[in-house]
């Protein structure tokens, strides 16, 4: 039993015993915990009565360990023992010390202690990525994106393993929950569209700690895209060009997978036109999804933006645009249960037309504007212009977007007053870009490029960052 250990207490692993010392050295090793939980009716009184216990473990006891089992868990312990060499690996924020040093009256099966000398620094799953992350760069960017979710949805089959990512990767607090539209985000942090086109990966999501995911683009039918190679990375200026083109499996088997959807998780649905649709039937396309999608997520995302599929950006002209909300709006009056519609635009629009965007958004009465899509410019990259040409064409996202994403959430939401919600998304690669999103007026965030160049702690790196400021 790990109950009323004094604050300055060692535990060490010695074959299978653990030895408590104490130690009034102030540096702070950091250690992986094993423990077996036993009935919850008892441990949940242990934690409750441990006030400083840190809110993300806290709230996986709580949430996400309400059963008998073994789990592993990383934890601060203080303080360091003197003659173990440091070695940098993963910390929790907060002191886990109260009056217990591990509240859950269950058997510690095991302890391996680990020692940090920067606990600021010690970012354990971000190193390990840093590690693999040239190997992953040396497959084709499609190719690394399905090998790395295919490693995560394995590592999530094994019991419990999902279980601890989550614990890992998730933030929760007060501090990070947001209403918006309507909807109560656990956290403001969201992935963007195009990662998880088809909704195939909801729960691996979900266990990286996103407070929301926007699946799609969805288009009524099936369709492949448009012709590899079309996804290319460019990691001097952490950026992505891609011309994917709308690759989905249609709304239908969107739809079938959104129903098997993790419980709790805020799910977006980002709707556009197939290739072979005029631009003048294309409302019948967005509504077709509309209705498709819409007992099955908790917010649509009108896609209008996409620069790799042809004529697509037409129809973010003010007349084509007011009749496509204005559509969609009387859709969705038919519901008894209103679900919020955001506006996607582009980054490369005119202040004039960014003018037309706020009053269309308020003349319609749509929930907002998520800004910004991709960008067909490719001014101030560092990588060399022959490279970049021979690449062709597509949207350039990442962190050479960030400025201008930054500008256009700041126009639309001083020229707007603050007369709705705009999801900011664009070139966001820690908490300081997020940050400068939402003092721009953006009331919640979305990565995508940054998670590919920063790996999968970027999202806890970021909630993290705007918990301390």
Known sequence: MLDNLPV??????????????????????????????????????????????????????KSGFNEKGRHL?????????????????????????????????????????????????????????????????????????????????????????????????????DALEVEVAGLKFPNPVGLAAGFDKDARWLKQMRVLGFGFVEIGTVTPLPQDGNPKPRLFRLPDDKGIINRMGFNNSGMAAAAARLRRRPPGLIVGGNIGKNKITPNERAESDYVQCFNALYDDVDYFVVNVSSPNTPGLRELQEKEPLQRLLETLMRERSKRSIERPIFLKIAPDLTNNQLDDIVELVQAAGIAGVIATNTTISRKGLKTPAEKVEHMGGGGLSGAPLGSRSTEVIRYLHEQSKGAFPIIGVGGICGPEDAQEKLDAGASLVQVYSGLIHEGPALVKRINQGLITG
């Open 73 to 173: 868990f990383f934890g601060e312990f203080p303080p360091l023992h003197p003659t173990k060499k440091p070695k940098v690996v993963h910390r929790w924020e907060s002191n886990l010390f109260d009056e217990c040093m591990l509240a859950v009256g269950g058997r510690a099966c095991a302890i391996h202690s680990f020692f940090n000398s920067q606990p600021d620094e010690s970012h354990y799953f971000r190193s390990m990525y840093k590690t693999l992350k040239p190997l992953i760069f040396r497959l084709q960017p499609e190719k690394a994106h399905e090998w790395t979710m295919t490693l995560l949805t394995f590592a999530c089959a094994i019991p419990g393993v999902g279980a601890l990512l989550r614990a890992f990767y998730a933030v929760q607090s």
């Open 8 to 61: 300055n207490t060692t535990v060490k692993m010695l074959g299978n015993e653990l030895e408590v010392c104490r130690n009034d050295n102030h540096q702070e090793p950091t250690v992986i915990l094993f423990v077996q939980i036993g009935p919850f009716g008892e441990d949940r009184r242990f934690i409750e009565k441990s006030r400083d216990f840190g809110p993300t473990l806290l709230h996986s006891f």
